[in-house]
């Protein structure tokens, strides 16, 4: 936890900021603490500090209050740290003309741009965050980096661990908690959400840390990955444990089965013939499921892994789940789809069977769903 003296620096260089941009919607964000609002500080040029990138470390909360109503390996994933890891991104692709080195600093005019946001965003909703000090990296970083501590007022949703993000992130995830989440497991699970489990965000990273592929969402604090739900009935509903079966668990069941059955006729010992009406066409299942998988996955510029070998599986017919976990959670993964630029679910492949990678990546047309 940073200390008192460190918070206070952190709110006076945003403020500093905010002033020397001549904002004057400052007031909004701090009218509603307990204690009155300080007078405005001088428009002084901010200090060194704000733009040295600095460890993660929590400052004081920052309530936004509520205006009105507000118009995604097993186990828990842990938070990834903000210092760059060994493979972090370069400045240059692989085979890119050499380029200017990136600054490690955001300007004074990115600050204060990035804070002009993060009001706009946040001031009519009910958040309760940490500010941190803007963070750089190379090609990663944001100049208005946040704690997402908790959505909602009378009924709080809290994150465990507090994801770090940006403002844009922080307000999506704020709608899809009042406007999907709560109602859906009200409706579904008779009970209301109070805590997101598993949250995983910055991370200065390419996409599955390889250094052929594009930019992680991640590494610009623009996407979060989310493992688990806790009622306020206490169940906890875990996405790995509670989706059920994928598409690619049912093909590979359907080609296994056909395989047992192909060499049990050949030993003589042929199991009863399926049901009259068409037959099963693994082979044909299969190909489109792969080619459907394939075109989702290029358009949100990754790559499949390896998946579940099919002699894994039992030869036994396999089919999506319906229990009321799964039917939460798919309601939960379609309404994403209308509040972020990309979610990817269990149904995207293995690396995505145990948590939802929700973000807010602009695309031309439409998002990707899958």
């Given amino acids: 936890m940073a200390s008192t003296d460190k918070t206070l620096s952190n709110l006076s260089a945003w403020i500093s900021l905010a002033a020397l941009a001549g904002l004057v919607v400052i007031p909004l964000f701090f009218t509603h603490q307990d204690a009155s609002p300080a007078a405005p500080p001088p428009r002084a040029k901010p200090s060194p500090a704000v733009n040295a990138p600095a460890p993660l470390s929590p400052s004081a909360s920052a309530q936004v209050p509520a ?54 965003l946040l001031a009519p909703l009910a958040l309760e965050v940490d500010l941190d000090t803007p963070m750089r990296h190379g090609q990663c970083g944001t100049p208005a980096p946040l704690l997402l501590r908790s959505v909602g007022e009378a009924e709080k949703v809290a994150f465990e661990p507090a994801p770090e993000m940006n403002c844009r992130l922080a307000a999506g995830v704020a709608r899809w908690v009042e406007t999907v989440l709560q109602p859906t497991a009200k409706e579904v699970l008779k009970s209301r959400i109070v805590k997101i489990i598993g949250a995983s965000s910055y991370a200065c990273r390419n996409i599955y840390n390889s250094p052929n592929l594009p930019l992680s969402e991640h590494a610009t604090g623009n996407a979060v990955d989310v493992a688990g739900f806790v009622t306020a009935d206490g169940h906890t509903i875990t996405v790995k444990q509670g989706w059920g079966a994928t598409e690619r668990d049912i093909v590979a069941a359907k080609k296994k089965a056909v395989e047992v059955a192909a060499k049990a006729a050949k030993k003589g010992d042929a199991p009863d013939p399926p049901p009259a009406g068409r037959p099963e066409q693994p082979g044909e299942d299969a190909k489109k499921a792969v080619a459907k998988e394939k075109a989702n996955l290029h358009r949100a510029g990754l790559k499949p892994v390896a998946e579940a070998s099919a002699a894994t599986l039992p030869p036994t017919t396999v089919v999506a789940s319906t229990t009321t976990e799964a039917t939460f959670l798919k309601r939960l993964h379609h309404g994403a789809c209308s509040v972020f630029g990309t979610v990817l679910g269990p149904e995207a492949n293995e690396a995505h069977r145990d948590h939802f990678h929700l973000d807010m990546k602009e695309r031309k047309g439409a998002g990707i769903c899958h």
């Fill in 67 to 120: 205006a009105g109503p507000p118009k995604a390996e097993p186990g828990v994933i842990a938070p990834s740290p903000n210092t760059p890891a060994a493979n972090a991104p370069t400045a240059n692709a692989p085979g890119a003309p050499t380029a200017a080195a990136p600054s490690e600093t955001w300007s004074d005019v990115e600050q204060v741009a990035g804070l002009r946001d993060c009001l706009r």
